[in-house]
């Protein structure tokens, strides 16, 4: 019985993994909602190449530290047949993207090269050829319109599908489908530096200091995504996607609400307010084509 009992155990055993945990703060929290039979078949596994980070994240998950590991790669490390979750919570939106620019109705690449004075500036160059298949043609776009491109996009979803043959995959950022990504009106792109959650007009003030991002271009991703062997769904709004997956929950509440039901509506309604956090951020779920090889595509 004993033996029994231990063989359906490590059947239920599922690893719960996250790419760009910052301090770790989304991991505790979603530990401590899972149902104790969850938590106590999972394996919880965080993907993080820089050792400062590492260290906040292991004090800040000292709890579940007999189940917790790191890794600096997306490399597969959980036993055949163990389905996998991967949480990407803007994550994304801090991938390298190179600029381009139009110039005489042609792309041209935006560069970073040193001045005279020691100091940063762009100039424009040729473009790679690898890049011509990731934009739109310029008809229809003014001289000086300029966007960006993630170029690693491709890598790090065929990373995934090594990482994930049976489970699921969560991306929750913000961007737009590549209709609105390119819109002729969006003439400076998404590229915006933040610091100190202030907007700053130049990219080479405060460097090592701000935050670059850019948003995500949803239609690439999901070519990306299918093209790896995934099966993809959305983006859906945030709001919308939490009231779904929340729904059984919200409805048990009304039926019959613990004390902390108020404390707790306010936090899912800021979660999910179409002019807030609701609206800003978006989901997209990829689930893997179970015999799907990627190498085919």
Not at 60 to 77: F, G
Not at 180 to 194: A, K, S
Request: proline share 7%.
């Amino acid at each position: 019985n004993h033996a029994q009992a231990r063989s359906e155990n490590e059947k239920s055993r599922w690893q719960l993994a996250e790419q760009g945990s910052n301090d770790g703060q989304l991991m505790s929290d979603l530990l401590r909602a899972l149902p104790p039979a969850a938590t106590a078949a999972v394996e919880v596994v965080l993907v993080e190449p820089i050792a400062s980070l590492r260290a906040i994240q292991q004090e800040k998950l000292a709890t579940w530290a007999d189940r917790t590991s790191w890794r600096p790669t997306l490399a597969p490390a959980h036993a055949p047949g163990m389905p996998v979750v991967v949480i990407c919570n803007e994550l994304l939106d801090a991938f390298p993207v190179d600029r381009v620019r139009i110039e005489d109705g042609k792309w041209r690449a935006c560069r970073v090269v040193v001045d005279d004075t020691g100091g940063f500036r762009i100039v424009t160059g040729p473009m790679d050829d690898a890049w011509s298949g990731l934009l739109p043609a310029t008809t229809g776009l003014p001289d000086g319109y300029v966007t960006e491109i993630c170029p690693l996009l491709g890598g790090w979803t065929m990373d995934l599908a090594a990482a994930v043959p049976d489970g699921l995959v969560l991306v929750v950022d913000y961007g737009f489908e590549a209709e609105d990504y390119f819109h002729p009106t969006r003439v400076d792109g998404t590229l915006r530096t933040y610091r100190a959650h202030h907007a700053l007009d130049d990219p080479f003030v405060a460097i090592g200091m701000s935050d670059i991002t850019a948003h995500v271009n949803w239609s690439h991703l999901r070519t990306h995504l299918e093209s790896a062997g995934f099966g993809v769904t959305g983006p859906l709004d945030q709001g919308r996607w939490l009231t779904r997956v929340g729904r059984d929950w919200l409805l048990a509440q009304e039926a019959n609400p613990d004390p902390a039901w108020p404390k707790h509506l306010r936090q899912f309604q800021t979660l999910t307010h179409p002019q807030h956090m609701g609206g800003k951020f978006q989901v997209v779920e990829a689930r893997p084509c179970i015999g799907a090889d990627p190498r085919e595509k």
